[in-house]
């Protein structure tokens, strides 16, 4: 994890999917706390699930990051 970490504009904590799904399943991120970007290539992108466009992800729909996202940019509230 990378704290203070700046991509396109916006500062937030930077992790690895791997650990932020670990974050979550060991609740020390829950949906009340914020939300992250996804990130591939050190850009933020947004992915079409379930019929709609999802910019942000949070802890519960962590399942739902496709497997080309490589780290996650997380802003707590």
């Known amino acids: ?10 500062t937030g904590t930077l992790m690895t999917v791997s650990e932020f ?6 609740t ?3 949906d009340g706390d914020g939300s992250g970007d996804m990130i591939v290539n ?3 992108v947004t992915s079409f699930l379930m019929g ?3 910019a942000k992800v949070i802890p519960s ?5 496709p497997e080309h996202v490589t780290y996650i940019l997380w802003y707590n509230k």
């Open 1 to 10: 994890m990378m704290n203070n970490t700046e991509i396109e504009g916006r």
């Open 21 to 26: 799904k670990e974050c979550c399943d060991d």
């Open 28 to 30: 020390m991120l829950m």
């Open 42 to 44: 050190w850009k933020i």
């Open 52 to 54: 709609k466009y999802h």
């Open 61 to 65: 729909e962590r399942h739902l990051i």
